[in-house]
């Protein structure tokens, strides 16, 4: 690996180990290689820690830790700090419950543009399918194969249509979608001046939208969003949200709406605090 890493991917995660253990694995197997991982830890236990440290002493990976206390939902914060510790030019953010298909740095790194952000999705597993997920079944690649996820008893969907392998329908589908082309937490990547442009995230923020809210500061400052989602493929595996509550989306909603209405691209709660923040 080079002295510089080219991309820095920039994994989220909160007391999975089991979950993040299979997304690492799936790290070691992409065709693009020049990268660096920076977990953004927003206060795991000492599991965690374990898992990061065998994945260092078994892959030869370039990674960093980045964790702070557990002080309730705090995934803006740790992100702030994580882009700070990054040391490549180029950002992909995505969940510790996300596995990356092979190509999927390399898809990141191919469709990178000056003032642009690439937005990607995820296909969601079923419960079942998330529970036998297994490291021989990402290396083989089995996770990203309609066949067998169908065997598996995935429900058959137009969104089977995310894993397409070929470059023309996954361009005509991206062109076609009506989904918006946004920050999404999972799976997004830009040049790292351009979310340090406007403050990176908002640390008002709890879960629900924030993602979005960085995303739409960044428009506003004159990025354009560029839709990728049947061409940089991840698999979210399955598990539940304690941490969701209504007042925190509310509270998200009118920062949002601040952000829209303003056309906002800074936030004053961001990578750097102003004296009234």
């Given amino acids: 690996m080079q002295s510089k890493p080219e991309i820095s991917v920039i994994i989220s995660t909160y007391n999975q180990p089991k979950w993040l253990t299979l997304v690492l694995h799936s790290y070691t197997l992409q065709d693009f290689k020049n990268f660096e991982i920076i977990i953004a830890d927003d206060g795991s236990d000492n599991r965690t820690k374990l898992v ?7 892959s030869g990976f370039s990674i960093t830790h980045v964790w702070q206390e557990d002080n309730g939902f705090q995934k803006t914060k740790i992100l702030n700090k994580a882009i700070k510790a990054s040391n490549a030019e180029y950002l992909i953010f995505t969940d510790g419950d996300c596995i990356a298909r092979k190509d999927f740095v390399a898809t990141h790194f191919k469709l990178r543009k000056f003032n642009c ?30 066949h067998w996820l169908l065997a598996n008893k995935q429900p058959k ?32 990547s830009c040049y790292k001046q351009d979310i340090v442009a406007v403050n990176g995230f908002d640390e ?35 598990h539940s949200r304690p941490y969701k509550s ?8 009118q920062i949002r ?8 691209t800074w936030t004053a709660y961001g990578i750097n605090k102003t004296n009234d923040a």
């Fill in 52 to 58: 990061i440290d065998n994945f260092l002493t078994t």
């Fill in 117 to 146: 952000a690439l937005s990607g999705g995820y296909f969601k597993l079923t419960e079942g399918i998330s529970a036998m997920m297994t490291k021989a079944i990402i290396t083989q690649q089995l996770c990203f194969d309609k």
């Fill in 157 to 188: 969907s137009f969104k089977l249509n995310k894993l397409t392998r070929s470059s023309f329908k996954s361009k005509l589908l991206n062109a076609i979608t009506t989904t918006k082309a946004t920050f999404d937490g999972m799976n997004t």
């Fill in 204 to 238: 008002r923020m709890q879960y629900g939208g924030e993602d979005r809210e960085v995303g739409e500061r960044m428009i506003n400052n004159g990025i354009l969003f560029i839709q990728v989602r049947y061409s940089a493929i991840c698999m979210h595996l399955h």
């Fill in 246 to 253: 209504d007042e925190a989306e509310y509270l998200n909603k």
């Fill in 257 to 264: 709406a601040t952000t829209n209405n303003k056309n906002a």
